[in-house]
């Protein structure tokens, strides 16, 4: 069920300051008039699909978040951002021999933990 606009521009205004962007900034990006992009945050009006598009781009938020409202439990790529960004840095600063050892042991341990019943999970 696609949610209203006034919870949409909600969403937007939310993915936006969390995102530690500013209005004027997010319009630029955009490539719209500051007051345009004021009206999509506000639920003056509805965005348009490619400005939509873009914000979750910008954001980092899953395009149906911003639709539907849904959120995935398993979208570690917003929730855990910022540890992301950390872990990729550091692996692009290893060598390549280091960098796919760190990856084999990551996803053994990761299947590992996933192979347990769930009231043995850490």
Do not use: C
Not at 3 to 18: D, K, L, P, V
Not at 32 to 61: F, H, N
Not at 105 to 112: K, P
Request: net charge neutral; hydrophobic share 45%; aromatic share 6%.
């Amino acid at each position: 069920m696609v949610i209203s606009t006034a919870r949409m521009a909600q969403r937007i205004r939310e993915a936006r300051e969390f995102s530690k962007i500013t209005q004027v900034d997010m319009a630029k990006r955009l490539n719209v008039a500051r007051q345009t992009y004021l009206d999509v945050e506000s639920g003056k009006t509805d965005p348009k699909i490619l400005a939509l598009i873009t914000i979750a781009e910008i954001t980092g938020r899953p395009f149906n978040w911003f639709i539907y409202g849904e959120t995935d439990e398993r979208d570690i790529a917003f929730s855990h951002r910022d540890d992301l960004a950390a872990l990729t840095s550091l692996l692009s600063q290893l060598p390549q021999v280091a960098r796919q050892t760190v990856m084999d042991n990551a996803l053994s341990i990761a299947e590992y933990l996933v192979s347990l019943s769930p009231d043995k999970r850490v």
